[in-house]
């Protein structure tokens, strides 16, 4: 049987961070940084970078971490591949002219030495045709289906090719975030593991939210977080395994506080731990958080 989770995940430390302009129009989560002095920003995003690795080296987390380029501001969140347990590889579109430079030829070729591309969807840039990975879709790689709301980053067409050649099941939906447009990234509201699903059914649109609870719940307990929750990142978490292959659920700081006592509870029924790190400043002008930040190496 497939494997939802892995215990090895691969990081990319940052030359350049700062709020991306590029990004700004369709992230609402990011704040920009124009005012701001980019090198301090690189070195407090540096210091929670260096934290976070760390952190996950204390918990028995196996980690690949690279250098990142020049000229990519949102290098720290490798959501531009995901791989398999086949050891094959899949490259996707990217909406911003600079995150397509984070798929570096390096990176690339350190992938291929394990893992063997099939599918590249990068000619997709050129039509303005973006499906941004394992951030536009979430997978249940268990049961084959992948969950994805749709946006100016998330193509519906594109995404449905990408299911049929994978085999999977491609569950859509619109999203709104406080403002009402749609959520740029569908890791943002919901997350899935081998047997718990979180989702913030209220950032769903109504016509579509008996659609993705239904079929969450055909393979899994469900746990609800709130519009506000997502706003802190509580839907940017994943399922990872330490060495000895226990389950450990990945979030930052923020979002473990954001949590309630009866909602944490419900998480350690399903993991041996909650693990956590500060990630402020990346959150703040990154727009993304802990889900974001890791590529799974199966």
Known sequence: MPKQSTNHILLIRPVEFFSNDQTALTNHYQQSSQKKDKNKILQEALIEFDSFEQMLK????????????????DNIYPNWA???EDKTMNLFSMM????RLEKSEH????????????IDFS??????????????MVLDRI???????????????????????NGFELVTFETES??????YH??????????????????VKKDYQSKVIKRLSKSHELMEISRDQVQEFCGNCIEIKDIDNKPKLLMSSAAYEAHSVRQKQTLLKYYSDIIHSDLNCIEKYGGGSARCMVMELF
């Open 96 to 99: 911003a002219e600079n995150r």
């Open 82 to 84: 995901l791989t398999f």
């Open 123 to 136: 000619n997709f840039e050129k039509d303005s045709i973006f499906l941004e990975g394992t951030s536009s």
């Open 107 to 118: 990176h690339i070729s350190l992938l291929n030495k394990t893992y063997r591309t099939t």
């Open 186 to 203: 569908t890791d943002l509201v919901m997350y899935i593991g081998t047997n718990l699903a979180v989702v913030s059914i209220d950032s």
């Open 178 to 183: 406080h403002n009402g447009e749609a959520i």
């Open 143 to 165: 049961n084959k289906i992948a969950y994805m709301g749709v946006s100016a980053r998330s193509n519906k067409e594109l995404a449905l090719q990408w299911a049929n050649l």
């Open 58 to 73: 204390n918990n028995q987390i196996l980690l690949t971490t690279l250098e990142g380029r020049k000229g990519c501001p």
